[in-house]
């Protein structure tokens, strides 16, 4: 489906981060591709854009993918990509230490900036309800200056989002609704398709 990106194996990464780039490259791979439409192709960026509650921003909304890029550490393998503060390093104590696989911060030109922090799974992830609460929580710390951590562009608001194939099928009930948004990765190849 997507051609073929080399991953570095991270050293938190758990069981289902791994699975995902071993058993199941291109949801990843088309992650990736779509991270570097985002900044390069406008089209797909207001698409992108318009699957979330931001919708009204996606004509004029522009990537702060540069400013992710300095704010992270060097050996960050890309500017979106395992997000991760440890939860005894994080103000607000609520952050349970898991990375958020995909962060894109934007910004309008009045200054507004909101960001997707969004779940990337494989078809046989064992996301949990208590992972993906974890994804709001650190969306909600992640935007509140007094809690933001340093590796993190300042936003004022943002959204959650789940990145998945169209068949997957959640080990429990309430999974997916933790996500204010469900995307599909197919949905991502068709549009970088177009």
């Known amino acids: ?7 570095v194996r ?3 990464a758990n069981f289902d981060e791994v699975f995902i780039m071993v058993s199941n490259p291109d949801v990843l791979d088309g992650v990736s591709l779509a991270a570097d439409a985002i900044v390069t192709n406008g089209e797909f960026r207001r ?19 540069e400013c992710q ?7 960050a393998n890309n500017w979106w990509q395992y997000y991760w503060i440890v939860s005894d390093e994080c103000s607000c104590k609520k952050c349970d230490g ?11 030109p009045d ?5 997707i922090h969004a779940k990337i799974v494989s078809d046989h992830s064992n996301l949990t309800v208590k992972m993906a609460e974890g ?8 935007m509140d200056p007094s809690t933001t951590p340093d590796t993190i562009v300042p936003h004022h608001e943002a959204t959650t989002m789940l990145i998945c194939r169209e068949g997957f099928s959640p080990k429990g009930p309430g999974v ?12 991502i190849a068709a549009r970088l398709a177009s």
């Open 176 to 187: 997916m609704t933790c996500f204010d948004s469900v995307l599909y990765i197919e949905d």
């Open 111 to 115: 200054d507004f900036r909101f960001a």
């Open 98 to 108: 898991r990375p958020t696989d995909f962060l894109c911060v934007f910004k309008t």
């Open 10 to 12: 991270f050293p938190y």
């Open 47 to 65: 698409w992108l854009i318009q699957q979330t509650k931001f919708s009204k921003h996606a004509v004029d909304a522009i990537s702060l993918s």
């Open 135 to 142: 994804y709001r929580q650190r969306a909600e710390c992640w």
């Open 1 to 7: 489906m997507f051609q073929r990106v080399e991953f």
């Open 69 to 75: 890029k300095k704010n992270r550490s060097p050996n």
